[in-house]
């Protein structure tokens, strides 16, 4: 089943999907914990039988030209599976994707922190190991969380190639007596135990679809921003969804709506991975293009341009490094700073994330109980927000997994140049590579340069750092 109808116009989708950042596009947590869950499905792994998201030009994507580095591997009998463990407070406590073991089992076993009153978001309907783990490990029992999966056209232990001498009519009925076993096998568990189990279909944002789709005519032109277009050498997403949804009571008279929602959802997380399907470059390279240009971002184009011929194994770009700047990017959207989110991301050295975080006002905060300003506003000092905004690598750090890690050999991947309040706090906690994107300082002549955050400290601080020009 298409993510997107066959009466829509694709490009039209994308065309109007903005992926910007800031407290007016901010999502629900439920979307946002369920698009990482998602996203985490094309985390890099080995390929297996069973691989189909990663197929052809998808998982060169990601893969890129390291042939040295060895991906993590897949559980032969599962399907790319997405998990995301979310305490009271609405952190993450862990996020996995599918292993030798299953997402959420591994999710479950790698948080550092009491999983009893969690939130468990998983990105295809569980089995009944993941599930009968989740009832033992508590989740949910202490304060009536719930377990959320996405409906996807195939549940975790779905076969998706007949490999046997049956016929395909007998192979797809067999699998589907499997995955009505497993369901009802679940549905006991929960039944039986106080767990909240529903599905979810996440939303990228909360806009009036009316007008959206449909494709501006000739003689009237779209007044809608136009944003970055899915290349066609970009990879191509989709999570399809079961098909049986469309005739579930409650579901059926609202199916068109939640249909066009999620193929925007779909447009934009294919935006995002078109976005990071460029070359990497190390920040000596960047700087030297910057200083050549007498600090003017207009200078750029009359600098030789750098040789972009360099592999990512010859960068030194890890494998993960592409999907971890979605990821953060995807948690930039969860932001309450009025002018720009921004998403951090922490990668140990065997690549597993061990903290998400985003910048905003401190938790429960009330609209303006602190200023909103930023640094071109024409207010006084005492009005701009620089100093009641928590940076998203600040908040990542509180709520790494476990707390209080220190970290070694880590990479933070972060949307924006870590700045100079930032960077010590870093460096002082064991994070000394990061990979992110340029940020261009103002102008020599702009008096909004003095009056905002400044960049002087990571260079010197961080040993390695690698940029996405985007």
Avoid at 205 to 215: L, Q, S
Avoid at 453 to 465: D, F, H, P, Q, S
């Amino acid at each position: 089943m298409s993510a997107t109808p066959d009466n829509v116009c694709a490009g039209h989708v994308h065309a109007s999907i903005d992926i910007s950042c800031s407290s007016a596009t901010r999502i629900r947590n439920h979307d946002l914990f369920m698009l990482l869950s998602l996203w985490m499905e094309f985390y890099p792994v080995e390929q297996t039988q069973y691989h189909e998201h990663f197929a052809g030009d998808f998982a060169d994507h990601f893969a890129g030209q390291q042939q040295q580095q060895e991906p993590s591997p897949r559980a032969p009998t599962a399907l790319p599976t997405g998990a995301v463990l979310v305490d009271a407070m609405g952190k993450v406590a862990a996020i996995e994707h599918t292993g030798e073991s299953h997402a959420a089992v591994r999710c479950l076993l790698s948080a550092a922190t009491d999983v009893k009153g969690c939130d468990l978001y998983l990105s295809r309907f569980p089995c009944s190991l993941c599930t009968k783990l989740a009832v033992q490990a508590g989740v949910i029992a202490a304060h009536q969380r719930k377990i959320y999966y996405f409906p996807a056209e195939r549940w975790e232990l779905a076969q998706v190639e007949n490999d046997s001498s049956e016929s395909d009519e007998a192979f797809r009925m067999r699998e589907v007596e499997r995955a009505e076993k497993n369901r009802k096998t679940v549905m006991r568990l929960v039944s039986n135990n106080p767990i909240a189990f529903t599905l979810f279909i996440p939303q990228w944002d909360h806009g009036d679809i009316d007008d959206e789709f449909i494709p501006p005519s000739p003689s009237k032109p779209s007044k809608k921003k136009q944003t970055t277009q899915v290349t066609p050498a970009a990879p191509k997403l989709s999570w399809p969804i079961d098909k049986k949804l469309e005739q579930s009571p409650g579901i059926s008279r609202r199916w068109p709506i939640i249909e066009l929602k999620f193929a925007r959802t779909v447009a934009a997380l294919n935006l995002l991975a078109a976005r990071y399907h460029v070359q990497a470059r190390p920040l000596g390279e960047w700087t030297r293009r910057y200083r050549e240009g007498a600090g003017s971002g207009d200078a750029f184009s009359s600098v030789e341009e750098i040789d972009l011929s360099k592999t990512d194994e010859q960068v030194g770009l890890p494998l993960w490094a592409r999907h971890a700047m979605v990821l953060a990017h995807i948690a930039a959207k969860r932001t309450d700073d009025p002018k720009l989110g921004v998403g951090s991301v922490f990668v140990d050295e065997e690549g597993r994330y061990f903290s998400v975080g985003w910048n905003g006002y401190p938790k429960k905060s009330q609209h303006l109980d602190y200023p909103q300003a930023g640094a071109d506003d024409s207010v006084e000092y005492e009005e701009l927000k620089y100093d009641y905004i928590l940076h998203s690598e600040q908040n990542a750090l509180l709520w790494r997994n476990p707390p209080g890690i220190r970290a070694k050999e880590a990479w933070v991947v972060v949307t924006k140049l870590p700045c100079d309040e930032c960077s010590p706090i870093l460096y002082d906690c064991g994070i000394r590579k990061c990979i992110t994107i340029p940020q261009l300082p103002k102008g020599l002549d702009d008096p909004a340069r003095l009056r905002g955050l400044t960049y002087n400290r990571v260079a010197g601080l961080m040993k390695e750092i690698l940029l996405f020009e985007v």
